[in-house]
């Protein structure tokens, strides 16, 4: 006597600058906003034998603030090009991530000078010229802002998408690539340390298909907030 097969369907959902790490002490952590998780839905889909569950990925809200530690003509239009590069199609929106602007948020995007930055950035070295991702805060440099660097050979605009992106990146647990530059002649990867070498790679200010597909597992821990 044949006895039935029962079959247990299984939904798995998944949830989940460009600048040099600060030198000698070690690479600099990340920064990032108050996160919130948006639930993910599911819809059913019957067959003559079997129903099958599709999950909606889940969208992680990440709110930040922006701050301007500068008062000369060259860093004024600091916020907005961050809040355009956070919002730009191109960007970490693709992997399901959602900026939100909150100027009581306790993460921090600040630019300010170098001395300030060596401070904010503690105990990482800055050396007065680096930036950082250092616990709730992403200091930028505004030197740096203000003309790139020598190894960067796109333009100055791009260049402040890209560290943007890459200090966020480091927010979001993403990681300096090895090698930096994975074929010579593409775009470099964001998470390349494209401000101190670009290694044969072409500078770039968004994240690569690759990249974002690592991003969008949301698998990778976020960078703590004041406290935690």
Do not use: F
């Given at each position: 006597m044949r006895r039935p097969l029962v079959l247990l369907l299984m939904t798995l959902t998944a949830c989940a600058g460009a600048t040099p790490s600060p030198a000698p002490r070690s690479a600099a952590t990340t920064t990032s906003t108050s996160v919130s998780t948006v639930a993910p839905?599911?819809?059913?889909?019957?067959?003559?034998?079997?129903s099958t569950t599709a999950a909606v990925p889940s969208v992680i809200t990440i709110r930040y603030r922006v701050e301007r530690h500068t008062t000369d003509?060259?860093?004024?239009?600091f916020v907005d090009?961050?809040?355009?590069?956070?919002?730009?199609?191109?960007?970490?929106?693709?992997?399901r991530f959602l900026f939100v602007p909150d100027d009581?948020?306790?993460?921090?995007?600040?630019?300010?000078?170098?001395?300030?930055?060596?401070?904010?950035?503690?105990?990482?070295?800055?050396?007065?010229?680096?930036?950082?991702?250092?616990?709730?805060?992403?200091?930028?440099?505004?030197?740096r802002w203000r003309s790139a660097?020598?190894?960067?050979?796109?333009?100055l605009a791009t260049y402040r998408q890209m560290v943007v992106n890459h200090e966020v990146g480091?927010?979001?647990?993403?990681?300096?690539?090895?090698?930096?530059?994975p074929r010579a002649g593409e775009p470099?990867?964001?998470?390349n340390q494209q401000s101190t070498e670009?290694?044969?790679?072409?500078?770039?200010?968004?994240?690569?298909?690759?990249?974002?597909?690592?991003?969008?597992r949301h698998d990778r821990k976020l960078a703590p907030g004041p406290g935690e």
């Open positions: 839905a599911t819809t059913s889909a019957p067959s003559a034998t079997t003509d060259a860093t004024a239009d090009v961050v809040n355009a590069t956070l919002a730009d199609g191109r960007g970490w929106t693709r992997a009581s948020a306790p993460y921090l995007i600040v630019l300010a000078e170098g001395d300030e930055v060596d401070r904010l950035c503690l105990p990482y070295d800055t050396y007065g010229k680096y930036s950082c991702q250092n616990g709730p805060t992403v200091a930028l440099n505004a030197d660097t020598p190894k960067w050979t796109g333009d480091h927010l979001l647990g993403m990681k300096h690539p090895k090698p930096q530059c470099a990867p964001i998470m670009l290694d044969g790679c072409l500078p770039n200010p968004w994240p690569l298909p690759s990249e974002i597909e690592r991003a969008a």
